[in-house]
């Protein structure tokens, strides 16, 4: 500055003088010229990226487009860009993109709910260890409400059954049960299912005797929530949010036999393309396949 000749006079001032006459620090003038010099925002450091964020941001366009389910977070459009597209870019940055754009799906506001009656985690280490049943309703125009059963494996995220039926009784509670227990062990007699707990709420056709005589039949051991602590329950409670989004609230069916159909296209479309981020973004049914996959002999 000391160099810079007033427009005014014609003549220099040096910097002392200006911050004097301004009531300023010399520190904030060299600051605030510092600040007039930077011409353009801060480059990203470290090495450059393959993709510019109008190309990256296409590449997450094209990805939310092609997904077989909606409303899909950052962390799966970042999967899948990388694992079907070998698209490679830091998952912040992805966010980051999809915040600009308006890609990421609108979620409500939480509240808080203070502590829970459950405490701890209902995640099992292993594949059937532990199952979960659940219900819900939806609406047939040519039946009216009726009430749709599943049961899904705590560790896999698999869907192992899914049931739609009026009237919602305790029998129509059991199919998806058999469902899941002629899948996975091949058969249904006395005891097949020993050492494996079924998670359930206290729902009138959960703690009927039917309902009880059967699982132990089969080996089942009942293993009811607390109650008014949906969260024990929380593996079949999440389930249904993707259930309702895609499927029951953006298809029409007429019936319960279009119903059925429908919900077992659905199931195995879930069982092979969802991914979840704790099985390293496999599928629910992949996360079973290697988890019994046999290791190699040993050399």
């Given at each position: 500055?000391?160099?810079?000749?007033?427009?005014?006079?014609?003549?220099?001032?040096?910097?002392?003088?200006?911050?004097?006459?301004?009531?300023?620090?010399?520190?904030?003038?060299?600051?605030?010229?510092?600040?007039?010099?930077?011409?353009?925002?801060?480059?990203?450091?470290?090495?450059?990226?393959?993709?510019?964020?109008?190309?990256?941001?296409?590449?997450?366009?094209?990805?939310?487009?092609?997904?077989?389910?909606?409303?899909?977070?950052?962390?799966?459009?970042?999967?899948?860009?990388?694992?079907?597209?070998?698209?490679?870019?830091?998952?912040?940055?992805?966010?980051?993109?999809?915040?600009?754009?308006?890609?990421?799906?609108?979620?409500?506001?939480?509240?808080?709910?203070?502590?829970?009656?459950?405490?701890?985690?209902?995640?099992?280490?292993?594949?059937?260890?532990?199952?979960?049943?659940?219900?819900?309703?939806?609406?047939?125009?040519?039946?009216?409400?009726?009430?749709?059963?599943?049961?899904?494996?705590?560790?896999?995220?698999?869907?192992?059954?899914?049931?739609?039926?009026?009237?919602?009784?305790?029998f129509e509670a059991l199919e998806p049960i058999r469902q899941?227990?002629?899948?996975?062990?091949?058969?249904?007699?006395?005891?097949?299912?020993?050492?494996?707990?079924?998670?359930?709420?206290?729902?009138?056709?959960?703690?009927?005797?039917?309902?009880?005589?059967?699982?132990?039949?089969?080996?089942?051991?009942?293993?009811?929530?607390?109650?008014?602590?949906?969260?024990?329950?929380?593996?079949?409670?999440?389930?249904?949010?993707?259930?309702?989004?895609?499927?029951?609230?953006?298809?029409?069916?007429?019936?319960?036999?279009?119903?059925?159909?429908?919900?077992?296209?659905?199931?195995?479309?879930?069982?092979?393309?969802?991914?979840?981020?704790?099985?390293?973004?496999?599928?629910?049914?992949?996360?079973?396949?290697?988890?019994?996959?046999?290791?190699?002999?040993?050399?």
């Amino acid at each position: 500055m000391s160099g810079a000749v007033s427009t005014s006079t014609g003549r220099p001032y040096g910097v002392a003088r200006v911050a004097r006459e301004w009531g300023v620090a010399r520190s904030t003038v060299y600051d605030r010229r510092r600040q007039v010099a930077v011409t353009s925002p801060p480059a990203k450091r470290g090495p450059k990226t393959a993709y510019s964020d109008g190309e990256l941001t296409a590449h997450i366009r094209s990805v939310i487009k092609a997904a077989p389910f909606t409303g899909e977070g950052h962390r799966k459009v970042w999967a899948r860009l990388r694992w079907e597209r070998d698209v490679r870019a830091g998952r912040p940055r992805v966010l980051r993109l999809m915040r600009e754009h308006a890609l990421l799906a609108p979620q409500r506001a939480g509240t808080a709910h203070g502590p829970h009656t459950h405490d701890g985690t209902i995640v099992t280490e292993a594949p059937d260890r532990m199952w979960a049943t659940d219900a819900t309703a939806t609406w047939t125009p040519g039946e009216g409400t009726v009430t749709v059963f599943a049961l899904i494996d705590h560790y896999t995220l698999e869907c192992l059954g899914l049931h739609a039926a009026k009237p919602a009784t305790r029998f129509e509670a059991l199919e998806p049960i058999r469902q899941g227990v002629r899948a996975v062990y091949g058969g249904f007699q006395r005891g097949i299912a020993t050492g494996l707990a079924l998670r359930h709420d206290h729902g009138s056709q959960y703690v009927s005797d039917d309902f009880q005589a059967e699982i132990a039949f089969l080996g089942l051991g009942s293993s009811p929530s607390f109650v008014r602590a949906p969260q024990g329950n929380g593996i079949a409670e999440w389930f249904m949010g993707p259930l309702k989004e895609q499927l029951l609230w953006i298809h029409d069916c007429h019936d319960l036999d279009e119903l059925n159909a429908a919900l077992r296209r659905w199931r195995e479309r879930y069982n092979e393309q969802w991914i979840v981020e704790r099985h390293g973004y496999r599928s629910p049914a992949q996360a079973r396949r290697d988890w019994y996959e046999p290791l190699p002999a040993a050399a």
